[in-house]
């Protein structure tokens, strides 16, 4: 089981540390990723560490967002840095165990949390 927290209101230019705490331990090679989705759209993959924890990031958030996982693999984190309004969004996260590859969508993977908001204005 995954719970998320972290979430808020900001404004532009703004930062927020997303949490993702795991009712299991999450070690060795493992998909954790966050997706995010807003109203009407497709669920966006974000950022997500890979196998041996290798970190991926969506180009829109590349040089902004930096995910990483705390050394007792219970905590995944998602640091937003220099939010623009087109971050909001409810942001998810998941994990999976990793067999050479990620799963794309988010209904791919075994463990999901619950979702937390995030709004940044202008």
């Known amino acids: 089981q995954l719970t998320e927290s972290g979430g808020g209101s900001v404004q532009a230019g703004g930062s927020l540390r997303l949490s993702c705490a795991a009712s299991?331990?999450?070690?060795?090679?493992?998909?954790m990723t966050w997706f995010r989705q807003v109203p009407g759209k497709e669920r966006e993959k974000v950022a997500s560490?890979?196998?041996?924890?290798?970190?991926v990031y969506a180009d829109s958030v590349t040089g902004r967002f930096v995910i990483s996982k705390d050394n007792q693999g219970m905590t995944l984190y998602l640091q937003m840095n220099d939010l623009q309004p087109e971050d909001t969004a409810m942001y998810y996260c998941?994990?999976?165990?990793?067999?050479?590859?990620?799963?794309?969508?988010?209904?791919?993977?075994?463990?999901r949390g619950q979702g937390t908001q995030v709004t940044v204005s202008s």
């Open positions: 299991e331990y999450f070690g060795g090679r493992f998909c």
């Open positions: 998941a994990a999976e165990e990793y067999l050479g590859y990620c799963p794309r969508e988010f209904g791919g993977f075994t463990s």
């Open positions: 560490l890979e196998g041996l924890n290798r970190p």
